[in-house]
């Protein structure tokens, strides 16, 4: 039994000038908006020379670019084109803001860093080219091997000061992956990539990993033991906990209750399929739903209050909400043949779900109310297994549009649908967690 | 037909678990048969029919597919198996005229094996969500399980257990691939209760 579990970051941040409120903000908000140009200047060295001075100073803008771009709502101009000189400075009055007008920058990014053993201070600003104005100024001290995190937690903070609502990119994946091999595996890491961690090595199926509100641990469903259950895996202390089905049942998989006392499940026995409630060892609270067809893949209201799930009592497998407490179901779907996978979003307002269209599958949302729903992928590939930010603004999902299965990342309009992973296998099953301190 | 696949059975290098390999003729009705019923897979008396002749005491239905994935081999059911595979359409788990037949075929077998006990596995082809098709194939399982046991065979020898989509015997991405991978699949477990 090998023990693994994930290192706890420990950084510190101070806000170092009080920013001014955005002039800019809700410009860039909304479908079809036009994308803010905004320059990621390389961080300047302000300490002694140091071997990962390089790259940190390229590391922490690479990642703060990849963050803006997969928001959709800027255009980051292109490194090459920048102009300024080596000399200037990185606050207000030590650099010249015409640098960056004249290459078409609104937004620019700028910040400094030195290196003290395994130490980083980061000092990040974001100033307003056409007001001649800094924004935000933070610095973060932490581990130099932390700096992506930095990068990602001061891109949140760009975020909000454009929207008025913080980003989601200081945040993990949590994910199956085959790694090209023959085992599916589960791993967390954040959207860039970086501190990818893997949470089993069991060389069996193991599979729908779903956070904990508190982002400390991972809920997913294994073979590894035979008979299908589920675990509970604490990241920062590699504890496990093995749910023990009753009479030889098996669990399928779980979500979380919004409020982290409990967990919806998939339960089998039988060939039958249904959703019972249960506490955080796994313990039966209740049983939800007691219908002979299949019943699985229920997911919470943000408020806790109802489930959202799939059954096939009509027929074909379509989407239902009922009360979570059990009873008063109603469909939900009437379009398709085949409607799986549903989450609801962290608004409140849609559920995002797998609708089979011919012989492809495709990410579609609807009302929480029922209604039209509304296609976001193309049919000309498949994508499947969509799950929500936790600020409800982006869909991730897996889609097999380059030949195997990748995670991807769309806006919740389908736009600006977005590539985040490239191992040799298929990632599949994308669970983004809560936003991460 | 039926004899035929008995006495290829019987005659052929695998092995028969149980010393049950008795030719149709003396087989009891399931569970009753006198020389059987205290046969296990590992025991002494298995080896006292005809089946000691082969250097296994396994019928040769393959190993669990779990077990095929894990040892890198493709999940496939031996084309000598006695326990064929039954197939279903797209998102369906009822069993077609086809599915009845072979049903019908497996049943004879387990009736004139009556101590071998039997895990059937469903499995899906790979379209459609992961949790959705690990419950299809739960219900694969459970229609052929309940026609055997419709057929007399005793449901305490029959466990099921769902792969979904997950461990696949043909991985192309296709129609040709896919029809193969919706199945139910027997496979005679050893030494092991079902539970």
């Known amino acids: 039994m090998r023990s693994r579990s994930l290192v706890l970051l420990i950084y510190l941040l101070l806000t170092i000038t009080g920013a001014a409120q955005a002039a800019v903000t809700g410009e860039i908000v909304g479908q079809g908006g036009q994308r803010f140009p905004i320059a990621v200047s390389p961080l300047k060295n302000l300490g002694a020379n140091n071997a990962d001075s390089g790259r940190v100073s390229t590391g922490i803008a690479d990642a703060m670019v990849h963050d803006l771009e997969l928001s959709g709502w800027f255009r980051v101009l292109d490194r090459s084109a920048y102009i300024e000189n080596a000399e200037s400075g990185i606050t207000l009055g030590t650099f010249d803001f015409k640098d960056w007008s004249t290459i078409g920058a609104e937004g620019l990014v700028k910040g400094g860093f030195s290196i003290q053993g395994d130490e980083i201070s980061v000092e990040l600003r974001l100033f307003d080219v056409y007001q001649n104005k800094e924004r935000i100024g933070k610095r973060y001290t932490g581990r130099v091997r932390d700096f992506r995190r930095i990068a990602h937690k001061f891109v949140d903070e760009i975020i909000n000061q454009f929207t008025g609502v913080p980003g989601v990119f200081n945040t993990r994946i949590a994910y199956v992956s085959n790694s090209g091999g023959r085992f599916k595996e589960i791993f967390v890491s954040h959207l860039d990539g970086s501190e990818k961690f893997q949470v089993t090595d069991n060389h069996t199926i193991n599979l729908s990993p779903a956070w904990s509100p508190d982002g400390r641990s991972v809920l997913y469903s294994s073979f590894k033991d035979r008979s299908q259950t589920l675990y509970l895996f604490e990241l920062y202390s590699g504890k496990e906990i093995k749910f023990t089905p009753k009479g030889g049942g098996r669990y399928l998989g779980g979500k979380f209750s919004p409020d982290g006392q409990s967990i919806v499940a998939t339960f089998e026995t039988g060939g039958n399929t249904n959703l019972y409630l249960l506490d955080r060892s796994g313990n039966v609270i209740r049983q939800l739903t007691n219908d002979a067809g299949i019943e699985v893949s229920p997911a919470w209201s943000p408020d806790g209050k109802q489930i959202v799930f799939v059954s096939d009592r009509s027929g074909s497998p379509q989407i239902y909400v009922m009360d979570a407490a059990g009873g008063g179901a109603r469909r939900l779907t009437y379009s398709g043949s085949y409607n799986t996978s549903p989450e609801w979003s962290p608004k409140g307002d849609r559920i995002v779900y797998t609708g089979r269209v011919g012989n492809r599958f495709a990410i579609f949302t609807i009302s929480s109310d029922g209604g039209e729903p509304r296609k976001l992928t193309s049919e000309s590939f498949d994508s499947e297994d969509p799950a929500w930010s936790p600020d409800g603004r982006f869909i991730a999902f897996s889609s097999n549009r380059a030949g195997k299965y990748h995670l991807y990342v769309m806006q919740a309009s389908g736009d600006n649908q977005r590539r985040l992973t490239g191992s040799g296998g298929d990632d599949t099953k994308p669970n983004w967690s809560p936003r991460l301190d | 037909m039926k004899t035929r696949s008995a006495s290829y059975i019987c005659g ?86 086809d599915a009845r037949t072979t049903l019908r075929t497996n049943a004879d077998w387990l009736r004139s094996n009556p101590s071998a006990r039997v895990e059937i596995e469903g499995h899906c082809d790979e379209r459609g969500t992961n949790e959705y098709n690990l419950a299809l194939g739960a219900k694969r399982a459970q229609a052929a399980r309940e026609f055997l046991s419709s057929l007399g065979i005793s449901p305490d020898r029959l466990s099921t257990i769902s792969y979904g989509e997950e461990i696949p015997v043909c991985r192309e991405h296709d129609e040709q691939c896919w029809r193969q991978n919706r199945r139910a699949r027997f496979v005679i477990l050893q030494g092991r209760s079902t539970s």
């Open chain 2, 12 to 97: 052929g290098f695998l092995l028969l678990v149980l010393g049950a390999c008795a030719p149709s003729t003396t087989a009891k009705p399931d569970g009753s048969g006198a020389r059987s019923t205290d046969a296990t897979a590992t025991g002494q008396d298995a080896r006292s029919g005809e089946g000691d002749r082969g250097a296994t005491q396994e019928a040769n239905t393959g190993s669990s597919s779990l077990k095929d994935m894990q040892e890198g081999k493709p999940p496939i059911t031996p084309a000598s198996s006695p326990l064929k595979d039954v197939m279903f359409d797209f998102d369906r788990y009822d069993l077609s005229p």
